[in-house]
């Protein structure tokens, strides 16, 4: 994803600045450098918000892993392999459901859906910066919808191998017996 990052080709800014520009920001996102220099107190308070947003999301993201991690352990000490199964195999369409409908929906209306986003994520109007700022001229709207893009078709392929590997037809030893891992 950093390299992804990095990589989007957004204006005519050498890679190897934006490699450094976006290390830096990446740094100070996760906590391991004070903000970078160079940009104005609106850009900089608004960082800040969007750093709060991302250490949030990564303390979500690992209590949502240690829950899933705690039901498989307990489904494997109880033998419940198959409602384990089923269980992510109804997670991955949901998630593929739900994916879908933000695809379909950023095809048609991308700049909808990036306002939508920041208005419900950020509790002031800092985000609305000038159309002169670094940050909207390193960053532009197209380079976030290329990388909302790559986002999420690396989900919608994790979720279609989940999806895959936990439906029934794919396992028919087990499914003849009445002890798929989908089943």
């Known amino acids: 994803l950093h390299a992804l ?7 005519d800014e050498p ?22 220099v160079g940009l104005s107190s609106r850009e900089r308070a608004h960082l800040a918000d969007v750093r709060g ?7 979500v993201t690992l209590l949502t892993l240690s829950v899933l991690l705690g039901l498989v352990a307990v489904a494997l000490r109880r033998g419940q392999v198959s409602r384990l199964g089923a269980a992510l195999g109804v997670g991955a ?21 990036f306002d939508a986003f920041h208005r419900v994520a950020f509790r002031n109007d800092l985000w609305q ?12 709207e197209s380079y976030f919808a290329g990388n909302a893009a790559a986002i999420v078709a690396l989900d919608l392929l994790l979720a279609a191998v989940l999806w895959l590997t936990t439906h029934p037809k794919n396992h028919p030893r087990d499914s003849a017996s009445g002890a798929g891992i989908g089943k």
């Not at 990052?5 to 204006?11: D, I, R, S, W």
């Not at 947003?53 to 303390?59: Q, Y």
């Not at 369409?93 to 991308?110: D, R």
């Open 5 to 11: 990052l990095a990589a989007t080709p957004v204006n």
């Open 15 to 36: 890679f190897t600045s934006r490699i450094q520009a976006t290390d830096a920001l990446l740094d100070y996102f996760t906590g391991r450098t004070p903000l970078p």
């Open 53 to 59: 947003l991302m250490l949030g999301l990564r303390a």
């Open 93 to 113: 369409k949901v998630n593929l459901m739900v994916i879908a409908a933000f695809v379909l929906l950023g095809l048609l209306a991308f700049p909808f859906l």
């Open 129 to 140: 910066l000038p159309p002169d700022s670094t940050l909207l001229r390193r960053y532009p």
